[in-house]
Nanobody, 122 residues
Framework: QVQLVESGGGLVQAGDSLRLSCAVSGGTASTYLMGWFRQAPGKEREFVAALKWSGGGTYYSDSVKGRFTISRDNAKNTVTLQMNRLKPEDTAIYYC???????????????WGQGTQLTVSS
C-alpha cells in the first residue's frame, strides 16, 4: 500500500514562492506516475502537474505552466512542487497522488495524500 504525505503549505502573498513536498512510502516509486492536484472551496478537484518517476516527461495544466515545476528526489523518495509568482486563484488544498500507469496523466490516480492548504492573499 502506497502512503503519500504532503507538507509545505501555508499563507503567502501574491507574487511569492513556496515549495510543497510529498513523501512517498510503502510502494515501488520507480513504477509510478506522480501527480499534484488542487481543490478550491466549492470547486472540483483539478490537475496541476505530473511526472513519471522513471523519467521521460513532465505535464502541467495551462494555468500553472511556466510558474510551477514538479520534480523528484530518488534518494529521499519525495516529489516536490515548486510554485513561483503565486496568485490568489492558486489558493486551494493541494494533494499528492500516484498511479501505476503512465497513461492519461490528468486522471486515474490510485493513491492520494491528505492534502496541504495553500492560501495566497492579494
Amino acid at each position: 500500500q502506497v502512503q503519500l504525505v504532503e507538507s509545505g503549505g501555508g499563507l503567502v502573498q501574491a507574487g511569492d514562492s513556496l515549495r510543497l513536498s510529498c513523501a512517498v512510502s510503502g510502494g515501488t516509486a520507480s513504477t509510478y506516475l506522480m501527480g499534484w492536484f488542487r481543490q478550491a472551496p466549492g470547486k472540483e478537484r483539478e490537475f496541476v502537474a505530473a511526472l513519471k518517476w522513471s523519467g521521460g516527461g513532465t505535464y502541467y495544466s495551462d494555468s500553472v505552466k511556466g510558474r510551477f515545476t514538479i520534480s523528484r528526489d530518488n534518494a529521499k523518495n519525495t516529489v516536490t512542487l515548486q510554485m513561483n509568482r503565486l496568485k490568489p486563484e492558486d489558493t486551494a488544498i493541494y494533494y499528492c497522488a500516484a498511479k501505476r500507469s503512465s497513461l492519461l496523466p490528468t486522471s486515474g490516480y490510485h493513491y492520494w495524500g491528505q492534502g496541504t492548504q495553500l492560501t495566497v492573499s492579494s
